[in-house]
């Protein structure tokens, strides 16, 4: 969503107040007119994640519109929380829940350094924390470990992601199908090629998708390419992986994904390493 699709007018000023850390005349239009904090924005074009969203929502920048945050984003956030509460009780669990995912998956947060803040303000307030897939799946690693310190649940892929050799012991033993399945992606997409390795010793598929906790629309072995590592390709192909397995989302096989991110990485080692798999996939194919 783009700041312009909003054809709210009163929504949109009250955006914009957000957006530019203007909290008295925030609070000036929740208190004349507390359908704001109340309703959700009706955005019948857009699909989604944001689809419908209620204004407690734009404080993260997730989806990206302005690529900041205003200086003073944990009082904007707090007098949403309060005027959710005051006009809004019955969406406001609803509405903080749904923020701290948005806080917590998003790119702007953590590069304006207010994620854990803002995270720990959430759960003040209601929230309380479930697995930290949502951040790793998004490279938000501070925020996982900063999430599982305050109560969240440890995970096989969150043990494998974050490199918990003890809880990786623990919850090895015990982890069922589904479980080593998603552990088996978050290795992938980090490029953890000795991760990959102990879980497909385990029993786990490098076929496949998973349709929860982790990446959803490609395979094991889209997600090793997508982390650059030439290591975790060679094993998921070695156990089997399949080369012309393509994705939900473009319909990409691992080679095309090789290949379309050289174009897009500006970083020359990166981008090197992507050629370097790209070859590897080829002479694969051609044996």
Request: proline fraction near 4%; aromatic fraction near 6%.
């Given at each position: 969503?783009?700041?312009?699709?909003i054809?709210?007018?009163?929504f949109?000023e009250a955006?914009?107040?957000?957006?530019s850390?203007?909290?008295?005349?925030?609070?000036q239009?929740?208190?004349?007119?507390?359908?704001?904090?109340?309703?959700?924005?009706?955005?019948?074009?857009?699909?989604?994640?944001?689809?419908?969203p209620?204004?407690?929502?734009f404080?993260?920048?997730?989806p990206?519109?302005?690529?900041?945050?205003?200086e003073?984003?944990?009082e904007?956030t707090?007098?949403l929380?309060?005027?959710?509460?005051?006009?809004?009780?019955?969406?406001y669990?609803?509405?903080?829940n749904?923020t701290?995912?948005?806080?917590?998956?998003?790119?702007?947060?953590?590069?304006?350094?207010?994620q854990?803040?803002?995270?720990?303000?959430l759960?003040?307030?209601?929230?309380?924390?479930?697995?930290?897939?949502?951040?790793?799946t998004?490279?938000?690693?501070?925020?996982?470990?900063?999430?599982?310190?305050?109560?969240?649940?440890?995970t096989?892929?969150?043990?494998?992601?974050?490199d918990?050799?003890?809880?990786i012991?623990?919850?090895?033993?015990?982890?069922n199908?589904?479980?080593?399945?998603?552990?088996?992606?978050?290795?992938?997409?980090?490029?953890?090629?000795?991760?990959?390795?102990?879980?497909?010793k385990s029993?786990?598929?490098?076929?496949?998708?998973?349709?929860?906790?982790?990446?959803?629309?490609?395979?094991?072995?889209?997600?090793?390419?997508?982390?650059?590592?030439?290591?975790?390709v060679?094993?998921?192909?070695?156990a089997?992986?399949?080369?012309?397995?393509?994705?939900?989302?473009?319909?990409?096989?691992?080679?095309?994904?090789?290949?379309y991110?050289?174009?897009?990485?500006?970083?020359?080692?990166?981008?090197?390493?992507?050629?370097?798999?790209?070859?590897?996939l080829r002479?694969?194919?051609?044996?």
């Open positions: 969503m783009r700041t312009s699709d054809d709210d007018p009163l949109l955006v914009l107040a957000i957006d850390g203007n909290i008295a005349r925030l609070e239009l929740i208190q004349a007119h507390p359908e704001l904090i109340k309703k959700r924005l009706l955005t019948p074009n857009e699909e989604g994640y944001f689809k419908d209620y204004l407690m929502w404080i993260a920048d997730n990206i519109r302005n690529h900041k945050l205003p003073n984003i944990m904007v707090r007098l929380i309060k005027s959710a509460r005051q006009f809004a009780n019955d969406s669990q609803k509405q903080v749904y701290f995912s948005l806080v917590e998956t998003g790119r702007i947060p953590r590069e304006c350094g207010v854990n803040d803002l995270l720990d303000l759960m003040e307030n209601g929230v309380i924390p479930g697995d930290v897939h949502g951040a790793l998004h490279g938000n690693l501070e925020a996982a470990k900063h999430i599982l310190k305050r109560g969240g649940k440890m096989l892929a969150a043990a494998v992601c974050l918990r050799a003890d809880d012991n623990e919850l090895q033993p015990g982890a199908q589904d479980d080593k399945q998603v552990a088996l992606m978050a290795a992938a997409f980090y490029g953890q090629a000795d991760k990959v390795k102990m879980l497909l029993g786990a598929n490098p076929n496949g998708y998973v349709d929860h906790g982790f990446h959803t629309h490609a395979t094991f072995l889209h997600q090793a390419v997508s982390s650059g590592s030439l290591d975790t060679k094993r998921l192909l070695d089997g992986a399949s080369r012309d397995a393509t994705d939900k989302t473009y319909g990409g096989t691992p080679l095309g994904w090789a290949m991110m050289q174009t897009e990485e500006t970083d020359e080692e990166k981008k090197e390493n992507y050629r370097t798999i790209e070859n590897y002479a694969r194919i051609d044996k």
